[in-house]
């Protein structure tokens, strides 16, 4: 019995952490999601990741993707939306959330 009451702390730091770890996964509440803003057309060339990130679906990371691919070290610029499939974790559904918001110098 000595050793279940000398656990205890231990499984409830462990449930703790797993509740913590648990509401760092949940998404962002509807009320804290920042309305895409009426008649934005971004350019895939020169808008910063910061900017891309206003885009639906886009996170930091994407953002930072698009950039780098964009660089002439890359692939170059964007000549059209569907470029952005070449960048590694965006896919048809992401481009269909993202052409409307978008332009490119062939626009």
């Not at 960048?87 to 918001?101: D, F, K, M, Q, T």
Request: positive net charge; aromatic residues 6%.
């Amino acid at each position: 019995m000595k050793n279940a009451a000398a656990l205890l702390p231990l499984f409830a730091l462990a449930w703790l952490g797993a509740a913590v770890g648990f509401w760092w996964q949940c998404p962002v509440p509807s009320s804290e999601i920042r309305p895409i803003p009426t008649g934005l057309k971004l350019s895939l060339n020169t808008a910063s990741a910061a900017d891309l990130t206003l885009l639906p679906g886009v996170g930091r990371a994407a953002a930072d993707r698009i950039v780098a691919d964009r660089r002439p070290d890359g692939h170059g610029p964007f000549r059209s939306p569907a470029d952005l499939l070449r960048v590694r974790g965006l896919s048809p559904r992401h481009l269909a959330n993202i052409e409307p918001y978008v332009r490119t110098p062939a626009d």
